[in-house]
Each structure stands twice: as C-alpha cells, then as structure tokens.
C-alpha cells in the first residue's frame, strides 16, 4: 500500500542552527500537508502544497512540493526553542483521508 | 469560529473493560470526522473516518468501534479492551477530504 516516510527519525540541534526534514511518497501526490504536533499535545496544521514545485515561506518555515509531486522538504532557519516537536507530513488517499508520514521529532538545545 | 471536543483527557481502564470515547465538532455542518491513535513516540494511525451520519470506514481491523450517531457528534466505542488498545486517541475533523484536519487535545488511554 501507499506509504509515506519521513527523514530523519529524530533530530536534535543547537539553537539556531539550521533544521530540515524530508517527505518521500511512495506515490504521486496531489497535494501534501505539514503538520506540528509539540510535545504532549496534539497535531497541528501549518500548510499545505498543491502545485508542483511549490515553495512557500511562513516566518522562517520554508516549504518545498517536488517537482514530480512524490516528496517535500520543511527547513527551518535558525531553529529556536518553540521549534521543539515533531513534524508530519500527510498524503491523500483517496478522496476523503490522509495517511501521515512517520514524523522526524526536532529537539532544540538552548 | 470551529471548535472541537474530546474527552475525558485522560483515562486510566482495566483489561476487559469497556470504552467510549465522544467527539463533538461546533460550528460547521456536515464535517468529516476521524478517529486516530498515537502509541508513544510514534506515527498516527487511522482508525475511522465518516463522511456523515451513520457512515463509518473502518482502517484496521481490531475490537474497536465507531459511530456517528448525529452531525457533529463521533464516538469510539470497544466492548472489551485489550492492553494493546493504549496509546493516545485523537479525534480530528475537516470540511472535505482534500481540507487540512483539525485535531481535539486527545485522549490518554492507559489499560491496566
């Protein structure tokens, strides 16, 4: 079945340095959305790409669709505490669900 | 503005137990609704979605149920819970199936 994988696992950096994670599908996607969920609280939505090599920029989130629609990258500059927790990427199947990406957890060290 | 519920936040149920989770969405019509689990430290799993009153899709196959008994209103049911049913519960809804999904605070599930 379709499946979503993200890279790396876990990530842990200095305070402002820089952060990227990567989303890989094993199919084409029409649309791909981000997700931040902190720790011990539940996923929240950040964006979401339709177009094919779509970029978009909120704050110092950048965010990439693949030209062939199968991955997407989320980097974020000069990480900061509040960046802690882990991101997810989420691909539709289907007309009515999304299968989320296996998630790269972000730690910040101050 | 949209809002949803869940609850209780967390609960603490003994093997064999029975559970009833409720969702409640206010403010939009006709959401779809779905249920997810998060074991610790990891993915979200997709347990059932409903695109409207008493239509239920079933992901994974396990004692556990669903219903959508009104609009606005989703609940995760089981008869006899098992240890491997813990973990942590999410509710989300969207306003189509293409729409980013809103989650509820979850549900802290510990069996005993």
């Known amino acids: 079945g379709q499946q979503v994988m993200q890279i790396p696992q876990y990530q842990h950096v200095q305070e402002g340095e820089d952060f990227t994670t990567y989303c890989n599908s094993s199919?084409?996607?029409?649309?791909i959305q981000w997700y931040k969920q902190r720790p011990g609280g539940h996923p929240v939505f950040l964006i979401q790409l339709v177009k094919s090599g779509e970029v978009k920029k909120q704050k110092r989130l950048t965010f990439q669709f693949g030209e062939a629609k199968k991955n997407s990258s989320l980097h974020i500059t000069a990480t900061q505490t509040t960046d802690v927790g882990t991101y997810f990427c989420?691909?539709?199947?289907?007309?009515?669900?999304?299968?989320f990406g296996t998630g790269t957890r972000l730690k910040v060290l101050a | 503005s949209q809002t949803i519920h869940q609850w209780p936040a967390t609960l603490v149920q003994p093997v064999g137990s029975p559970l009833s989770l409720e969702c409640t969405v206010e403010g939009t019509s006709n959401p779809n609704l779905y249920w997810y689990r998060q074991a610790a430290g990891r993915g979200l799993q997709l347990l059932f979605y409903?695109?409207?009153?008493?239509?239920i899709s079933s992901e994974v196959p396990q004692n556990l149920s669903a219903s959508r008994p009104q609009d606005r209103q989703f609940i995760l049911s089981s008869k006899k819970l098992l240890l491997s049913d813990s973990g942590f519960y999410l509710c989300a809804w969207s306003t189509s199936g293409d729409q980013p999904q809103h989650f509820g605070d979850g549900t802290r599930l510990s069996i005993l």
């Open positions: 409903s695109v409207g009153i008493g239509q």
């Open positions: 199919t084409t996607l029409s649309n």
């Open positions: 989420a691909g539709p199947v289907g007309t009515y669900k999304y299968i």
